[in-house]
């Protein structure tokens, strides 16, 4: 196997054990899968980010737990509660930019509080059994921001960083600073794992011509919509649409076979699988995504996918 790294990022409410272990054992090729992020809620873990990780379903693909967090005062019992747990990768999501999390100083949100942001390499070095990893952006506002923080990143022992070149603010639209992620990545000592606008095999091509000297990428949107964007770039080859569409209807099924048997009615199990779809509605049209969308029932929703 090669050397570059391909992961998978998380998707809140997506990417869950069972998405994870079907699609490691349907397509393969991912070198780590990221959890859904864990935090602290009054105080405690919250239980399903435990059983999403603690999952039977793990057993296929290697894991990393990912934290978010505003303070050391969370990020200290986060990593010794996972330690006490056994778990040996985690990544510290610092990259978040979603608002409900970046007001409370948490995701992309930290990079502000410096003083803190300063005090996480001699946690990290307290645990060096842990294999850490950094995942963040340019900043929150400024594309610039990172350089305050570079001191402090430089110190953390680190597996790598991954870099989303946009800010917070931007959340998943506009450019991409590329230049910045050229000068960040000639600054950070640590392996850096390109993340952003990831979708087609020649996305990753690209940005390995574009900076020969990443690690690997990372991949979240894009593999969603793509199941099959790993394993084509892998094999050197983009599949013809006939073929990413019958794995897709085979991944989907061993989903909603999964879903029927662990979830109760249509309504809960719909909202789980019908979400997958939209991702992919470029693959298979505008119209076939209406036409899930729509379906009311399991029924109703066996025809539209027929429809496809």
């Given at each position: 196997?090669?050397?570059f790294i391909?992961?998978?990022?998380?998707?809140?409410?997506h990417t869950?054990?069972?998405w994870r272990?079907f699609?490691?054992?349907?397509?393969?090729?991912?070198?780590?899968?990221?959890?859904?992020f864990i935090?602290?809620?009054?105080?405690?873990?919250?239980?399903?980010?435990?059983k999403d990780?603690?999952?039977e379903?793990?057993?296929?693909?290697?894991?990393?737990?990912?934290?978010?967090f505003r303070?050391?005062?969370?990020?200290r019992p986060l990593i010794?509660?996972?330690?006490?747990?056994?778990v040996?990768?985690i990544?510290l999501?610092?990259?978040c930019p979603f608002p409900?999390?970046t007001?409370?100083?948490?995701g992309?949100g930290f990079?502000?509080?410096?003083e803190?942001?300063?005090?996480i390499?001699?946690l990290?070095k307290?645990?060096?059994?842990v294999e850490f990893s950094l995942?963040m952006?340019?900043g929150y506002?400024d594309?610039d921001?990172w350089?305050?923080v570079?001191?402090a990143?430089?110190?953390?022992?680190?597996?790598?960083?991954t870099?989303?070149?946009?800010?917070?603010?931007?959340?998943?639209?506009?450019?991409l600073?590329?230049?910045?992620?050229?000068?960040?990545l000639?600054?950070c000592?640590?392996p850096v794992?390109?993340n952003?606008?990831i979708r087609t095999p020649e996305?990753i091509?690209?940005?390995?011509?574009?900076f020969?000297?990443?690690?690997?990428?990372?991949?979240?949107?894009?593999?969603?919509?793509?199941p099959?964007?790993?394993?084509?770039?892998?094999?050197?080859?983009?599949?013809?649409?006939e073929?990413?569409?019958?794995k897709?209807?085979h991944f989907h099924r061993?989903?909603l076979c999964h879903y029927?048997s662990?979830l109760c009615?249509?309504?809960?199990i719909l909202?789980?699988?019908?979400p997958?779809w939209?991702?992919?509605?470029?693959e298979i049209?505008r119209k076939?995504?209406k036409?899930?969308k729509?379906a009311?029932?399991?029924?109703?929703y066996?025809s539209?996918?027929?429809m496809?």
């Amino acid at each position: 196997m090669s050397d570059f790294i391909i992961d998978v990022a998380p998707v809140q409410g997506h990417t869950d054990a069972a998405w994870r272990h079907f699609h490691k054992s349907i397509y393969g090729g991912c070198q780590s899968y990221y959890t859904p992020f864990i935090r602290l809620e009054r105080g405690d873990f919250r239980k399903h980010d435990l059983k999403d990780y603690t999952s039977e379903l793990n057993g296929n693909h290697e894991v990393a737990a990912q934290v978010i967090f505003r303070d050391m005062a969370e990020l200290r019992p986060l990593i010794e509660g996972l330690v006490e747990r056994g778990v040996k990768r985690i990544d510290l999501n610092t990259g978040c930019p979603f608002p409900l999390q970046t007001a409370k100083g948490r995701g992309a949100g930290f990079i502000a509080n410096r003083e803190e942001y300063f005090r996480i390499p001699s946690l990290l070095k307290e645990h060096g059994d842990v294999e850490f990893s950094l995942k963040m952006r340019l900043g929150y506002a400024d594309p610039d921001e990172w350089r305050g923080v570079m001191p402090a990143i430089s110190d953390m022992p680190l597996k790598h960083v991954t870099l989303h070149p946009r800010v917070a603010r931007q959340q998943y639209g506009g450019d991409l600073y590329l230049d910045r992620f050229a000068d960040f990545l000639e600054a950070c000592p640590h392996p850096v794992v390109f993340n952003g606008d990831i979708r087609t095999p020649e996305d990753i091509e690209r940005a390995k011509t574009s900076f020969p000297g990443i690690a690997g990428v990372m991949t979240a949107r894009g593999v969603l919509g793509r199941p099959s964007l790993i394993a084509e770039f892998e094999e050197g080859k983009e599949w013809s649409r006939e073929q990413r569409l019958e794995k897709m209807f085979h991944f989907h099924r061993e989903l909603l076979c999964h879903y029927e048997s662990t979830l109760c009615g249509d309504s809960q199990i719909l909202s789980k699988i019908k979400p997958f779809w939209e991702y992919a509605e470029e693959e298979i049209g505008r119209k076939a995504w209406k036409a899930v969308k729509k379906a009311s029932n399991i029924a109703k929703y066996h025809s539209a996918v027929a429809m496809i």
